[in-house]
């Protein structure tokens, strides 16, 4: 079967460092993907890594390993509004997104 | 800015009655659309893939009867909930397939979301 793996909640603090990790198993790998969900929101998307190493973006910054299956969105100087669920999908051979569950990240003053 | 808008935003209706939810590309050509459930702490579930000029591939358990999507043009999109009930409340949320910008990969841009309750 396929499926992505996250944690399902992190807590840090403002102005901190967090890495929220993804592992994944799928049919075939074609992207990897990070996207932000606030509450009561929709998800926007944030990253997309497709070959090995790192991506930065500003304060986030998403990095991939094909070989180890893996990846770990990176979140910086940490803002309240950072407070928000982070979803890792991956599209697979068939060019469809498989979903992780979502890490709620929760960030404390 | 947005590039997929949905409508309405918010669903009140009776149980029993049908419940018809827009999904729009805006100032592009969406020949793919995804429906997608997502009730309360849970992730995205995709219920259907929407093609437009084509039926939609639903996914496994989602009944294609009571959810009627239909995809006449390419910039729109519609779900229909027939006969909803309580159980069928839910964020019921869009998306489209658009090129991510300097590449040759495709992502999905949501649409805000629609939050039905059935009473």
């Known amino acids: 079967g396929q499926n992505i793996d996250q944690p399902t909640e992190m807590t840090a603090t403002e102005g901190a460092i967090v890495q929220i990790n993804c592992t994944y198993q799928t049919s075939g790998f074609n992207g990897l993907f990070w996207y932000q969900q606030h509450a009561g929101e929709a998800p926007t998307f944030l990253s997309y890594?497709?070959l090995d190493g790192l991506e930065e973006k500003g304060r986030f910054s998403s990095f991939l390993s094909r070989s180890k299956g893996y990846s770990y969105l990176l979140l910086k100087e940490l803002q309240m509004k950072d407070s928000a669920s982070y979803l890792c999908?991956?599209?697979?051979?068939?060019?469809?997104?498989?979903w992780g569950a979502g890490t709620k990240l929760i960030i404390k003053p | 800015g947005a590039v997929v808008s949905q409508h309405p935003s918010w669903v009140i209706c009776k149980s029993g009655t049908s419940v018809k939810i827009e999904c729009r590309s805006l100032?592009?050509?969406?020949?793919?659309m995804f429906w997608y459930r997502q009730f309360p702490k849970q992730s995205l579930m995709l219920m259907a893939t929407?093609?437009?000029?084509?039926?939609?591939?639903?996914e496994q358990g989602v009944e294609k009867d009571k959810f009627l999507i239909n995809h006449a043009s390419l910039t729109l999109s519609t779900l229909t909930v027939t006969s909803a009930h309580p159980e069928d409340s839910s964020f019921y949320i869009c998306?489209?397939?658009?090129?991510?910008?300097?590449?040759?990969?495709?992502?999905?841009?949501f649409g805000p979301g629609t939050r039905l309750l059935v009473l």
């Open positions: 929407s093609n437009e000029g084509s039926k939609a591939t639903y």
């Open positions: 999908a991956v599209m697979n051979s068939n060019y469809q997104l498989i």
């Open positions: 890594n497709v």
């Open positions: 100032d592009f050509q969406a020949t793919t």
């Open positions: 998306s489209a397939k658009l090129p991510l910008a300097g590449g040759p990969q495709e992502t999905q841009y």
